[in-house]
């Protein structure tokens, strides 16, 4: 099925640890968005890549890294995790005309112990 | 600052009993306004985008409209099926990147009973 793939699905992590979460898309779509969705809080965008070689910061971007590995693959990095990055998070996709909106995966669940 | 605020937060329904779900907004220059349907455990689910005041859109029971200063999706005889969390979302510019983003809503968590 076409669509937006992520993985893992579910991830626990120490304080510090680090981990990478992927994200690929079979649409050709340019653009490429990194979510976190927390209670209270609704989704935020994190790291958004534009098209393949660019990538830039959203709103919460700190302790985070992206790289735009391709047109199809997105991925976001923890380098040292830590409690407050526990979350679902939610990788997207679109093309530059978004009049479909965009194409969400179905998220990572992290927990950060 | 751009910003969503959806109300209400929870919405109980019985089946068949119609209602709306409001998403008012503070954008500079609106580029689009949309609405998700989200699962439990799932990712946003793409439902409606709108783009001037005035403007209405239609999937089975459910009709979104926009104005300059909010939407509202009104469903109408609702299903169990119909249960979910309701995103509204406006497409704004990032001004240092040159492109947009979409900014959510918290939600509504929609409820139909049988």
């Known amino acids: 099925n076409a669509g937006v793939t992520q993985t893992p699905k579910f991830q626990v992590l120490k304080t510090g640890q680090s981990m990478t979460l992927q994200c690929a898309q079979d649409m050709n779509h340019n653009s490429m968005y990194w979510y976190r969705q927390d209670p209270g809080m609704g989704l935020r965008l994190i790291y958004y890549s534009a098209s393949e070689g660019t990538t830039d910061k959203g709103e919460v971007p700190n302790g985070y890294n992206v790289s735009r590995l391709n047109k199809r693959e997105f991925s976001l990095r923890l380098e040292s995790a830590a409690p407050s990055q526990t979350s679902v998070y939610f990788c997207?996709?679109?093309?530059?005309?978004?009049?479909?909106?965009?194409?969400f995966g179905s998220g990572t669940r992290l927990t950060v112990v | 600052e751009d910003q969503v605020t959806q109300s209400p937060e929870a919405l109980r329904l019985q089946e068949g009993e119609s209602s709306s779900l409001n998403c008012s907004y503070t954008v500079s220059g609106l580029r689009g306004l949309f609405w998700y349907r989200q699962d439990p455990g799932k990712g946003p689910e793409f439902l409606f985008t709108l783009y001037s005041a005035g403007e209405e859109k239609e999937k089975e029971r459910l009709k979104a409209t926009l104005t300059k200063k909010e939407s509202f999706l009104h469903i109408t005889a609702p299903k169990p099926e119909d249960s979910a969390t309701y995103l509204c979302a406006v497409q704004a510019p990032i001004l240092q990147g040159g492109s947009e983003k979409l900014v959510f809503g918290k939600g509504t968590k929609l409820t139909v009973n049988p």
């Open positions: 997207a996709s679109s093309p530059e005309a978004v009049d479909y909106g965009y194409t």
